[in-house]
């Protein structure tokens, strides 16, 4: 993985700087320059490392189904990994063999890893145990990625709010977590445990949940189950940040940065409270919590397709796991959030299109030009990709500076405010080497040697 083969890099560079301690003096490392403004460098020469096959996530439940019409679009939408059932449905829910043969189904069809969750909130070890044996020992579906339970924090408030219990804290949930868990362990040892599916989990700790006590949900689950628990997953919706506001494209644009704190934050908190190197998950994520629909900003408008391919940029050179998008489809009174609505597809749709194209091998890509952003890959059949997104309203030239990789002949793909990425156009940078990209556009350009 990225942070595993960087610091293999930087182990290297140590040995080599012990033996010219020994042999002649010490010289210090090259640093790579940034890229001068104005300029977008790649190199495919200097290998990130492997991109996780599961990056690109989604969410599906029985309550909400793909339209009939629009299924052949599910299956070619490029979703890597499925979490089933999505969302709160599965705390307040039983999962039965006639909901989990259809979605293996299901995620065959569209090519895409199954990820199941269990029952937590008044479910039971044994439930949970009897759902694994159904699905791993009965059927012999092989699921490997479990998760327990839907952010505890929500249903502790719940349970405030009607009544039904005087507190519901991280005591109490991590030791229902811990013994759902050992439970399914006990039927399949092979399976790999996510959790806590904590919501709005970010870089700041003033900010995420905690419960009555004041104990934070995230810290106290990494104490109490770090031993267990594989994957560590949380939620995140950034707005609205109250209930009456509207949200710009600004307020997106400006988000895109959080990435870059929250993901070393938590594998921080992951060293400290459980002293191994996990993996991490996003396993719910978009821009509103709500179902807010029609704005330049919703859920279902261009500029969140920008967003989502950012978010997806960012997490990918953070070496997540895998980055569950909520949700595949919506319509009807469930809002914008669906990659798939009635029938529709809406903007994010395409970076998923875009992005099933990218590649395997994440490649050295930085960026000189304010709001601009550069990602490279190379791809199993050799050809060599750069997605370059334009996150500023207007146009903006950019000198492409490419080395390490030959180029026989090249392809253009691109999101616009008026255009879909229906088809590739053949591409040229010219001369000079300068490439103007539309404002607010995603281009994936494939180098092909």
């Known amino acids: 993985m990225l942070k595993k083969a960087m610091a293999l890099f930087s182990f290297c560079l140590l040995l080599i700087a012990c033996r010219q301690a020994v042999d002649e003096p010490a010289a210090a490392p090259t640093p790579i320059p940034p890229p001068a403004p104005g300029t977008v460098r790649i190199n495919a020469d200097l290998s990130w490392g492997p991109i996780s096959p599961y ?72 439930q949970a145990a009897d759902l694994v044996r159904y699905v791993n020992i009965e059927k012999q579906y092989g699921v490997k990625y479990w998760i327990v339970g839907n952010e505890p924090a929500l249903y502790a408030a719940e349970l405030q709010v009607a009544g039904k219990a005087d507190d519901y804290d991280t005591v109490q949930h991590n030791a229902e977590w811990r ?64 209930n009456d506001d509207i949200v710009t494209v600004e307020d997106l644009r400006q988000h895109t940065l959080e990435w870059d704190k929250s993901v070393p934050y938590l594998r921080q908190l992951i060293a400290e409270h459980t002293g191994r190197d996990l993996p991490v998950a996003l396993t719910e994520v978009n821009t509103h919590w709500n179902n807010a629909v029609g704005g330049v900003a919703t ?103 490419l080395t390490g990789t030959p180029i026989g002949s090249a392809q253009l793909w691109r999101l616009d405010p008026e255009n879909n990425p229906d088809a590739a156009a053949p591409f040229s940078l010219g001369d000079t080497g300068t490439m103007t990209l539309p404002g607010q556009s995603i281009s994936l350009l494939v180098l092909f040697p």
Request: proline content about 6%; aromatic content about 12%; glycine content about 10%.
């Open 299 to 401: 859920p279902d408008s261009h500029y969140n397709a920008l967003w989502v391919a950012e978010m997806y940029g960012r997490l990918m050179r953070q070496d997540v796991m895998m980055v569950n998008h909520w949700m595949l489809t919506s319509h009807g009174g469930y809002g914008g959030w669906g990659l798939i609505g009635r029938g529709e597809l809406r903007p994010s749709y395409y970076v998923f299109q875009l992005y099933k194209q990218f590649g395997t091998e994440l490649l050295y890509a930085e960026s000189g030009v304010q709001w601009v952003s550069v990602y490279a890959a190379r791809r199993d059949d050799g050809a060599v990709t750069v997605l370059l997104l334009n996150l500023a309203d207007a146009a903006q030239d950019v000198k492409l500076q």
């Open 179 to 242: 013994a759902i868990a050992l439970a399914m362990k006990a039927v399949d040892p092979t399976i790999q445990l996510l959790g806590p599916e904590t919501h709005q989990f970010n870089h700041d700790i003033n900010f995420n949940p905690k419960d009555s006590s004041g104990r934070d949900w995230m810290i106290e689950f990494l104490k109490a189950n770090g031993d267990l628990v594989d994957v560590v997953t949380f939620h995140r919706y950034p707005f609205p940040r109250r």
């Open 55 to 126: 990056l690109l996530g989604s969410n599906y439940g029985p309550w909400i189904a793909v339209p009939v019409d629009m299924l052949p679009a599910a299956y070619e939408s490029g979703a890597q990994a499925i979490r089933f059932p999505g969302g709160a449905w599965g705390d307040r829910n039983d999962l039965k063999p006639y909901h989990i043969d259809p979605f293996i189904e299901f995620c065959k069809q569209v090519g895409a890893m199954p990820v199941i969750s269990v029952r937590l909130r008044e479910g039971s070890p044994e």
